[in-house]
């Protein structure tokens, strides 16, 4: 059974780099042919993809967030991890990492549990 | 303001059947498939119905996916009180080159 595990800090200062960590367990990430993603989702809120990782010649990012993200994967460790660049208030949010995979449909069928990063001084 | 456009609510009494609606455009639902998402309180998302209709291991069959045009819907049939979760739904956007998702819709049991 796979698992994912999402992990970093919780409090991030207006302007700086918030970065988080996904640990994949019960596969590998280098095995099959998987999107590794993040999602996002402010309290209260919906849902809100920021992209994900398929090669390092294959990303995609929200075209929202494009110009702040990037999203990397290590396969010595087994994780891939998120970076958002010049944070504020507004990308406080539950973060998600998900697996995604395409079967004449792209969709995420294992998800991490969330966790809450706060943008704050 | 969600590309795609659910219902923020619906409510149905026990043993009923509802449906939650998910409008679209050609570049997301009317060109790629629709997925539905169950979110239980202070969980994480759960796949619900992939490729339009399909239904994954495990998952209950009260639960249907279908899709017209730019359009899909999702019906839960016998509802109980543990149905109450919010329902995304969710596809390909081939104009952002992303996924998207709906805004979600509150379901309650009565």
């Known amino acids: 059974q796979v698992q994912l595990q999402e992990s970093g800090p919780g409090l991030v200062k207006p302007s700086q780099t918030l970065s988080l960590t996904c640990t994949v367990s019960?596969?590998?990430?280098?095995?099959?042919?998987?999107?590794w993603s993040w999602i996002r989702q402010p309290a209260g809120k919906g849902l809100e993809w920021i992209g994900r990782?398929?090669?390092?010649?294959?990303?995609n990012y929200n075209p929202s967030l494009k110009s702040r993200v990037t999203i990397s994967v290590d396969t010595s460790k087994n994780q891939f991890s998120l970076k958002l660049s010049s944070v504020t208030a507004a990308d406080t949010a539950v973060y998600y990492c998900a697996r995604a995979r395409y079967s004449g449909s792209y969709y995420f069928d294992y998800w991490g549990q969330g966790t809450l990063v706060t943008v704050s001084s | 303001q969600s590309v795609l456009t659910q219902p923020p609510s619906v409510s149905e009494a026990p043993r009923q059947r509802v449906t939650i609606s998910c409008s679209g455009s050609s570049s997301n639902i009317g060109n790629n498939a629709v997925n539905w998402y169950q979110q239980l309180p202070g969980k994480a998302p759960k796949l619900l119905i992939y490729?339009?209709?399909l239904l994954p291991s495990g998952v209950s069959d009260r639960f249907s996916g279908s899709k017209s045009g730019t359009s899909a819907s999702l019906a839960i049939s016998g509802l109980q009180s543990e149905d109450e979760a919010d329902y995304y739904c969710a596809a390909w956007d081939d104009s952002l080159n992303g996924q998207v998702f709906g805004g979600g819709t509150k379901l309650t049991v009565l």
């Open positions: 019960g596969g590998s990430i280098s095995s099959g042919s998987y999107f």
């Open positions: 990782f398929y090669t390092s010649e294959s990303t």
């Open positions: 490729y339009d209709d």
